[in-house]
């Protein structure tokens, strides 16, 4: 079983920066943590990546958010973060926490309950 909790979302003016974080609790897991990461969903438009970090730190990022986001974890406390700089109104969305878990060959993704940031003046 797998539990995410984000925290950090919240209003901001278009320009600001904001942090957000996820802790993931693990009972009863199996197989390992291939990967987190974030991915958001603005109103009538589809969930999208955001950025992906894997457990030897790889990093991957939507073209939209390069160079304004950095995404980082920590192993030990099963724990992923996302800064978020230069922030535009077009950021605002749900922003959900990832877990990518790796298992007998497969993978499966769980997902947190979301954090809303809105990007606005």
């Known amino acids: 079983q797998v539990q995410l909790v984000e925290s950090g979302g919240g209003l901001v003016q278009p320009g600001g920066s904001l942090g957000l974080s996820c802790i993931a609790s693990?009972?009863?897991?199996?197989?390992?943590?291939?990967?987190m990461g974030w991915y958001r969903q603005a109103p009538g438009k589809e969930r999208e990546l955001v950025a992906t970090i894997t457990t030897d730190g790889s990093t991957n990022y939507a073209d939209s958010v390069k160079g304004r986001f950095t995404i980082s974890g920590d192993n030990a406390k099963k724990t992923v973060y996302l800064q978020m700089t230069n922030l535009k109104p077009e950021d605002t969305a749900v922003y959900y926490c990832n877990l990518l878990r790796h298992w007998i060959g497969h993978f499966y993704n769980y997902w947190g309950q979301g954090t809303q940031v809105t990007v606005s003046s």
């Open positions: 693990l009972i009863r897991f199996s197989g390992n943590i291939h990967a």
